[in-house]
């Protein structure tokens, strides 16, 4: 047992060392990225029952200094007021328009069509897929095609910065870049083409239309619950530049709207984050959740505390990191912790059911 105890700390040991490496690495787009040229941008948005949140953005996009520029927002069936916040829109600004989509076909999830049928109608050089809960600042597009330029990119993804509003966000929103900024170096997802080093988030990725164009990738991954990530694998696959990055002040976004909008929308998705696979997301959960308990047992008062103070680290460094609020997420660190037990465990049930409603589909449906 004395070996599984080295095992714990070392583990422990690794996660502090990359969550501190992330916030050094100061994850963030450039805040001056002079521009090469004006590449022409499409702006594409995938829409369904969003009219909480689509006029927000469509203001914010309507006020960007940029041309040329075209926004196209797919209203994938929205049961809500959607087009008609869109249709004002584009009466208001000729770059905005409107596609009513259709119902997606057998083998497509939802989002996937929506994105891929975007593409299709897009004509500018860069595409640009956003969320419709996604806010911008001015400047964030020209930061990020400057970015993109500089580094040759044919993929950029950020991570926007998350608003949590209601306690249940609090104890689950923060669970997401608790994951991913202990356990990947965020640097090496530009640096290397190591598939395993590989985390994008479709709230915004931006594409190089001719690469896009070529590969399809949305079409190749049609049925993929985490298209951003596979996306991403394929780039490496094929040895294009990419880069993934964490939203400042500049992007933001809230996720979900309360706790179980968060465990519905997180179950979706645990295992991937995970490299799909239950046993290594099990085995995280099962490790994490004993590791205190049998380090006080085994290893007495003392190794307990270097544990907890790692863990307290680790909260540290990945909520600067991220710009969340530091002491709020270390006093929410142990709700935080069963409400990733509560998602996992909905996760195997889901999947032993093969049946994940998201906006009212299925989303396990003929896979």
């Known amino acids: 047992m004395i070996y599984f105890c080295y095992f714990l700390i070392g583990l422990l040991f ?7 490496v992330n916030f050094l690495s100061f994850a963030y787009l450039p805040k001056k990225a002079p521009l090469k040229i004006l590449p022409s941008v499409s702006i594409l948005i995938p829409a369904r029952d969003e009219e909480a949140n689509i006029g927000g953005l469509l203001e914010q996009l309507s006020t960007l200094e940029y041309d040329p520029l075209e926004i196209i927002v797919y209203n994938d069936h929205s049961s ?6 869109v249709k004002h829109w584009a009466t208001l600004h000729p770059t905005i328009r409107i596609i009513n989509g259709q119902q997606p076909p057998h083998g497509w999830l ?14 500018g050089s860069i595409l640009l897929f956003l969320d419709a809960d996604v806010s911008l600042k001015k400047d964030l597009i020209n930061r990020s095609i400057g970015h993109f330029q500089r580094r040759q990119l044919h993929l950029l993804s950020i991570f926007p910065k998350q608003i949590v509003t209601t306690f249940g966000e ?5 669970l997401m870049n608790w994951i991913l900024l202990s356990l990947l170096p965020l640097s090496l997802i530009r640096k290397s083409n190591n598939e395993a080093f590989s985390a994008a988030n479709g709230q915004f990725m ?4 001719d690469t896009y164009k070529t590969l399809w990738p949305h079409e190749s991954y049609k049925s993929h619950r985490v298209e951003d990530i596979a996306i991403l694998r394929l780039f490496k696959r094929e040895n294009l ?21 968060a465990i519905e929308g997180f179950t979706k998705n645990i295992f991937q984050l995970f490299g799909n696979s239950i046993l290594a997301t099990a085995f995280f959960a099962i490790v994490t959740t004993i590791a205190p308990f049998v380090l006080y047992n085994h290893m007495g008062l003392a190794w307990l505390g270097v544990y907890m103070a790692g863990i307290i680290s ?3 460094f990945v909520s600067l990191a991220s710009r ?11 709700p935080q912790h069963l409400v990733l037990l509560i998602i996992i465990i909905q996760g195997l049930i889901n999947s032993k059911r093969k049946k994940i409603l998201w906006k009212g589909r299925n989303i396990l449906q003929g896979q």
């Not at 809500?80 to 916040?85: A, G, M, N």
């Not at 609090?170 to 923060?174: I, Q």
């Not at 969340?324 to 142990?334: D, G, K, P, S």
């Open 14 to 20: 690794i996660r502090v060392l990359v969550a501190l």
């Open 80 to 85: 809500d007021q959607t087009e008609s916040v």
């Open 110 to 123: 939802g989002k996937n069509y929506a994105c891929h049928q975007l593409a299709q109608a897009a004509t």
């Open 170 to 174: 609090k104890v689950s929103v923060p």
């Open 206 to 209: 931006m594409f190089k239309a």
């Open 241 to 261: 530049a990419s880069d993934t990055r964490l939203g400042d002040n500049d992007i933001t976004c809230r996720m979900y709207d309360g706790l179980d909008a």
């Open 314 to 316: 680790i909260r540290i």
């Open 324 to 334: 969340q609020a530091v002491v709020q997420n270390v006093v929410l660190a142990f």
